[in-house]
């Protein structure tokens, strides 16, 4: 008996098995069939093409009809989209994206495939087809809408630069915060900056990071965010205050040294200043390079974490005497630690700095 139904279920494997070594053949078989035309199709208006996206005389063979013509015409736009910058005001792919490829895009975003879907939405992204905005924001209402999909979705408005984009970031709770800092990196610029800064404070806390340090990235600069940044310094947030530091100190600017000089004065003595936060206020003292800030550079240097000593020393280097500074703390200063850290920095040629 137990060999019986040991054969019967080795059988049934082996028939499984069998099944979906064909289907997957006959699959293989559908798709270089598919590729085939896609390719015959392609050598035969390839210079009609070619002659449209190059001196924009269209010609209507190479229209659009079948989906291996649809899929065809993606694939040479999109390759030519990646090569090719078209001059100002000349756009040959635009009138046939929205005359062809938006109504077929709008009926695969209600396709019950999730991959038909999926690939809709990275051809409007790659295609920045905005007059579908309305559609992508419908479409992430549906039950059959998958956080990739929505994912895909905030990417795109945030591209267009949606904006309620802000409204429908924090009402998704499940967004990872890599993605979150690529979506505000599309969606954020000089335009816009100052509106999320006014609104910042409401903002929940793991939207706030990501935004210091995308006006750090994309260097935007105003009276309006350098004031913003300043206030954060004393923020009780000590997260913020480190990200303030890190972003003031690679802008370069701050309105009042002073701002730093009471910070120090008022935590530094005390030592309520975590390390990470002394290390992004030194950094910030070595990009301003203002004299006030060089005695409580000389006091750092002869920190206890070695990754402080070294950044003051670093600092110090940058001031326009800052090579006369360092020698002297080699020669005069009372800590061995210091004296170490400056003979470092001041053997280190330019390209280890």
């Known amino acids: ?21 064909i289907y997957l053949v006959f699959r293989k078989i559908i798709r270089q069939q598919k590729n085939k035309q896609k390719e015959e199709w392609l050598n035969k208006n390839i210079l009609s093409i070619e002659n449209y996206l190059i001196k924009g005389k269209l010609s209507a063979s190479f229209l659009p009809r079948k989906e291996i013509e649809f899929e065809a015409l993606e694939n040479i736009f999109s390759s030519f989209i990646n090569i090719i910058k078209f001059e100002e005001g000349f756009d040959p792919i635009r009138p046939i994206v929205n005359l062809y490829f938006i109504p077929r895009y709008k009926d695969k975003l209600k396709h019950g495939n999730w991959r038909e879907r999926i ?74 900056i100052h509106e999320l800064l006014i609104d910042f404070d409401n903002l929940p806390e ?15 600069r105003s009276d309006k965010i350098h004031l913003f940044l300043e206030k954060l310094i004393t923020s009780e947030n000590m997260e913020l205050r480190i990200r303030s530091s890190k972003t003031i100190a690679s802008l370069g600017y701050i309105s009042s040294p002073n701002l730093i000089v009471q910070l120090l004065e008022s935590n530094g003595k005390e030592n309520q200043l975590s390390n990470e936060e002394k290390l992004m206020i030194v950094r ?59 003979k470092e920095w001041l053997e280190r040629t330019p390209e280890y700095d």
């Not at 267009?160 to 890599?178: A, D, H, R, T, W």
């Not at 993605?179 to 969606?187: A, D, G, K």
């Not at 793991?206 to 935007?220: A, V």
């Open 206 to 220: 793991h939207f706030k990071n990501p935004i210091l340090d995308l006006i750090r990235i994309k260097n935007l």
């Open 1 to 21: 008996m137990n060999i019986f139904i040991i054969s019967y279920i080795t059988g049934i494997f082996f028939l499984l098995i069998l099944f979906i070594y």
């Open 119 to 192: 690939n809709s939405l990275l051809f409007i992204n790659q295609f920045k087809i905005k007059m579908m905005q309305d559609d992508l924001i419908q479409h992430l209402s549906k039950k059959q809408c998958s956080l990739e999909e929505k994912f895909n979705i905030f990417l795109i408005l945030g591209s267009f630069k949606y904006e309620k984009l802000m409204q429908l970031l924090v009402e998704q709770k499940k967004i990872p915060s890599f993605l979150l800092t690529e979506i505000l990196y599309r969606h954020v610029n000089e335009e816009n």
């Open 284 to 342: 910030l003292m070595g990009s301003i390079r203002n004299d006030l800030f060089l005695s409580y550079l000389n006091e750092l240097i002869s920190d206890k974490a070695y990754m402080i000593r070294s950044e003051a020393a670093k600092s110090i280097k940058k001031y326009k005497n800052g090579m006369e500074i360092l020698n002297k703390i080699i020669e005069e200063h009372t800590d061995a630690y210091a004296r170490n850290i400056a």
